[in-house]
Structures are given as structure tokens and as C-alpha cells.
């Protein structure tokens, strides 16, 4: 079992409900400081708001693209990003267009995806991009041919899911993932990871990080099984 300090270097901690306000991003921040976090995730209106309230801490501040449809133009996306690092972000969560990946246009999905790193990376080499690829829509095949369109477009992380569509992360899909990538990129899981028992099935399955807006009970579950 990891502990406490490790499993919080895993967490994405997350707000990215569309009625978030800043009270919201301000108390992620307070208690991604106080845990640990590697990382928090907001809607990128917060970006400055939460490098802000993060400064001087070790806590990245991540950043959604294109979230939650990843059907804007690739220009959208790639501005979005830019603006985002700019801001301060150090990380960039983006959709990938479903539709294209559906429709067989490979050549656009790839396109799509190295817009957004080559704009992320522009303004900070050491930006990090993950490809949310929205598994519960995609067939077997699509989701080998997702995960090899990321790697190829130079993204960091592969990642399962928005937390929006209707269904979230999988042990299955973060295997796949992981040997479709892997050590070449991350393995993000996300969307419905809610206590200890499936983050810690998504990190045995090969997750390098986890998203969830539940990180603070997940610690607090872990702790009290250590003190039990």
C-alpha cells in the first residue's frame, strides 16, 4: 500500500463543474496545498485565479481544453491552451475530437492533437499534455487507434476519461492504455474514481495519475486504514 504522501502525488485534484465559482477553485487550492496534490484541474476562465492561490507551492495547476465535447476547431483548442500557459498553467487536459476519430479522419484527429501541444509547448517546453480520449464512446479498435494518434502527436498522457459522458474509468481501458503506451507516455485515469478500493485498482492497472474531484476522502479513507 502507498502512503499518504505517495498516493497524493498521484491525484489530479479536480473542479470542473460548470457552476463553479471562484469559493470553489479557492477551497481545491487550499486543499491541494494542504494534501499534496500533484496537481489541481479547473475550467480554464480560473487559470490565473488558481496559479494565483497556488504560488509558492509545489502544486501544478492544470487546465481543461476543449472540455467537455473536444469538438471546437483545432485552432479553439490550440488558443485555449496558449492562453492557459501563458496564465501559468503547467498542465493541459484536452478532448479529443470524438467525432473525427469516429468519422476514420486519423489525419484530423492527430492534427487536432498536435496543435494543442505544439501551443502548450510554444510558450513552456515543459508543459504537460494529456489526450482525454472518452473511452465509453469508442469501439476496440478506435480506442488502439486513439492511443497510438496521441503518441504519435507528441502528447504526455493518455487519459480515459471527461467524467462527463456516461461512463467513466476502467481497469480494462487503463490496461490497454498502459500497453498500448507504455513507458513512452502517462496513463491518466479519471471519471469515477471515488474511494480508495478503485484508485487503487487504477494505479495496479497501470495509471500514473489519477483524476477525481474526491482526492481529500480518498486520503482520508487511506489513512484511516492505516490507523485501523
Known amino acids: 500500500m502507498l502512503s499518504i504522501k505517495e498516493l497524493a502525488r498521484y491525484i489530479d485534484h479536480t473542479q470542473l463543474k460548470p457552476e463553479a465559482t471562484y469559493e470553489d477553485v479557492e477551497k481545491l487550492c487550499s486543499e491541494a496545498k494542504k494534501y499534496g496534490f500533484c496537481s489541481v484541474f479547473v475550467n480554464s476562465c480560473y487559470a ?44 493541459v487536459d484536452m478532448v479529443i475530437n470524438i467525432g473525427l476519430l469516429k468519422s476514420g479522419d ?59 459522458g456516461p461512463g467513466g474509468a476502467t481497469v480494462e481501458d487503463v490496461e490497454l492504455m498502459k500497453k498500448l503506451v507504455g513507458e513512452t507516455m502517462g496513463v491518466k485515469a479519471a471519471g469515477g474514481i471515488r474511494d480508495l478500493r478503485t484508485a487503487m485498482a ?22 484511516r486504514s492505516k490507523n485501523a
Open 202 to 223: 487504477m494505479i495496479e492497472a497501470g495509471a500514473t495519475r489519477i483524476g477525481t474531484s474526491s482526492g481529500v476522502a480518498i486520503l482520508s479513507e487511506l489513512n
Open 106 to 164: 486519423y489525419f484530423a484527429v492527430r492534427e487536432d492533437i498536435e496543435a494543442v501541444v505544439k501551443a502548450a509547448k510554444r510558450i513552456n517546453p515543459e508543459a504537460k499534455v494529456k489526450v482525454i480520449l472518452e473511452m465509453c464512446y469508442l469501439n476496440p479498435g478506435e480506442k488502439v487507434s486513439a492511443c497510438e494518434l496521441a503518441r504519435d502527436a507528441g502528447a504526455d498522457f493518455v487519459k480515459t476519461s471527461t467524467g462527463f
Open 48 to 91: 490565473k485565479y488558481a496559479v494565483e492561490k497556488l504560488m509558492g507551492s509545489e502544486v501544478n495547476v492544470g487546465v481543461a481544453v476543449g472540455f467537455p465535447l473536444g469538438a471546437a476547431s483545432s485552432e479553439a483548442k490550440a488558443f485555449e491552451a496558449e492562453q492557459a500557459i501563458k496564465a501559468g498553467a503547467r498542465e
